[in-house]
């Protein structure tokens, strides 16, 4: 599988943005997709994912209730619509997909098989 991220940009705090991420590949469907985000100096975090077998998702405490995760698997592709962005959301995000993750393993990023390349978001006035 091979990851492609798009999206990402410079917005004023209170703006929006929409994060795609295009997968290769079959079996799209079977896969976990995540995204993680990683700032200057600091550990690559868990943002968001998406079980696609059964439509679960799950939010890092910080982003909740701005950002939601989707994925279209008629098209291959997994999505990240960030709200009301904050400067602390600005960082490098990374989409990745990961296969048989159970709930526990899902916020962590050892756990994922695939990753695209980054693509910067920088919220600032």
């Known amino acids: 599988v091979q990851l492609q991220a798009s999206g990402g940009g410079l917005v004023q705090p209170g703006g929006s943005l929409r994060l795609s991420c295009a997968a290769s590949g079959r079996a799209f469907r079977q896969y976990t997709m995540g995204w993680f985000r990683q700032a200057p100096g600091k550990e690559r975090e868990f943002v968001a994912a998406?079980?696609?077998?059964?439509?679960?998702?799950y939010y890092a405490d910080s982003v909740k209730g701005r950002f939601t995760i989707s994925g279209d698997n008629a098209k291959n592709t997994a999505y990240l619509q960030m709200n009301n962005l904050k400067p602390e959301d600005t960082a490098n995000y990374y989409c990745?997909?990961?296969?048989?993750?159970?709930?526990?393993?899902?916020?962590?990023?050892?756990?994922?098989?695939?990753w695209g390349q980054g693509t910067q978001v920088t919220v600032s006035s």
């Open positions: 998406i079980r696609q077998t059964d439509n679960s998702r």
């Open positions: 990745a997909a990961g296969s048989g993750l159970i709930v526990s393993s899902i916020r962590q990023p050892s756990r994922y098989n695939y």
